[in-house]
């Protein structure tokens, strides 16, 4: 690289705008480690995940839209743990040291970080394919993580937010001729583009369910896929759901560029929407929908867990089906985008 490593890293990572101070960090990068020291009483929750050009985004994808998703995504796995970000590493393979894209993509990282108060603290910088590896690090008060495990026969299953987007804009990205790219007019195009790479991480909503939902995730392979790890987590013996089709909360955007044949379809098994879906026993029904109205997220209950085989769905009409659709699974399918 024209550019070295360590004033590449100086230049647009070890900045102020994203190594900034925070209370649980008591040394951020620049050593051969950064340390934390979280409060007495608190526990560490560490998420990490990798976005590969071509597979998990497009080539030539905007830089700084492209740093933004990659901590969202990241953050909205410690959303699902109902943690408090503290901190995140970067390690990072770059093709080449192109500093208009480093520029804006340190920039995109920092306003996500700033917003959730999550420092850079450290990393690795390397030569090669583009690829962007995120490690999250949050707290949450001892015992208090939100887990797939405890969902009991008889809660309800809410989620956040709308179903598909997700899936509508990866539709939008890769051209695909389903979408109805002639129902979409500028803002319908800015909503998809944000549904991809600027997903709301439900930091939030995550922190004010715990000890009122009995268990979380964070949907990325879709609702119908994720909503079998509570299932399988919490199986005691074995849980089964019931899933209203009336019910899935959907954008106006994805009512409009989504064919009516396809909706229900892609809401229940499109990836990438990062809104939690959670199990709550019916007596903490009310509180946590006050929480998520003080928050100013939407919050649905689209269904209920029960000792039922499988996950069904209940339709319009009122009958029941089993669910046959699977969500999107990286090693059944090929995915590119
Ligand atoms: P070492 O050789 O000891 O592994 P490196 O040369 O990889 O250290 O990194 C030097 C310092 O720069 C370390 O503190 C590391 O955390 C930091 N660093 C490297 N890459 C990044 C990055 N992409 N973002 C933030 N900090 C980084
Ligand atoms: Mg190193």
Redesign the pocket.
């Known amino acids: 690289m024209a550019l070295g490593?360590?004033e590449l890293?100086r230049r647009y990572?070890?900045v102020p705008e994203l190594a900034f101070a925070h209370a649980d960090v008591v040394l951020g990068?620049?050593?051969?480690g950064?340390i934390l020291a979280l409060p007495p009483g608190f526990q560490l929750v560490m998420s990490i995940d990798t976005l590969n050009e071509s597979i998990h985004f497009p080539v030539n994808a905007d830089p700084f839209l492209l740093a933004q998703r990659c901590l969202l995504v990241n953050l909205s796995d410690l959303a699902a743990m109902g943690a408090e970000p503290v901190a995140f590493?970067?390690?990072?393979s770059l093709p080449s040291a192109d500093e208009l894209w480093l520029a804006a993509f340190s920039r995109g990282l920092a306003t996500i970080a700033q917003a959730h108060q999550c420092p850079?603290i450290?990393?690795?910088?390397t030569r090669g394919p583009l690829a962007i590896t995120i490690q999250v690090h949050g707290k949450v008060p001892a015992g208090n993580a939100l887990l797939r495990s405890g969902a009991l026969a008889g809660d309800v299953v809410y989620v956040t937010g709308d179903l598909g987007d997700g899936a509508a804009a990866l539709w939008w990205l890769l051209d695909d001729a389903r979408l109805d790219h002639s129902a979409l007019d500028s803002r319908h195009i800015d909503a998809l583009q944000q549904a991809f790479y600027q997903p709301d991480a439900r930091i939030g909503s995550g922190i004010a369910l715990r000890g009122l939902a009995s268990a979380a995730l964070d949907i990325s392979d879709g609702l119908a896929s994720d909503l079998q790890h509570i299932l399988k987590a919490s199986a005691s013996p074995a849980l089964g759901a019931v899933i209203e089709e009336s019910a899935l909360p959907m954008s106006p955007t994805f009512q409009r560029c989504i064919p009516v044949t396809e909706q229900v379809a892609l809401a229940l098994t499109g990836g990438d929407d990062y809104e939690l879906c959670v199990t709550v026993p019916v007596a903490n029904e009310k509180a946590a929908i006050a929480a998520m109205k003080g928050l100013g997220v939407r919050f649905t209950r689209i269904g209920y867990i029960d000792n039922g085989e499988g996950i069904r769905i209940k339709t319009i009409s009122g009958q029941q089906h089993p669910l046959s659709l699977k969500g999107y699974n990286h090693f059944s399918e090929s995915r590119q985008v």
């Open positions: 490593e360590f890293i990572f070890a990068a620049g050593d051969d950064a590493t970067l390690a990072i850079l450290g990393g690795d910088t």
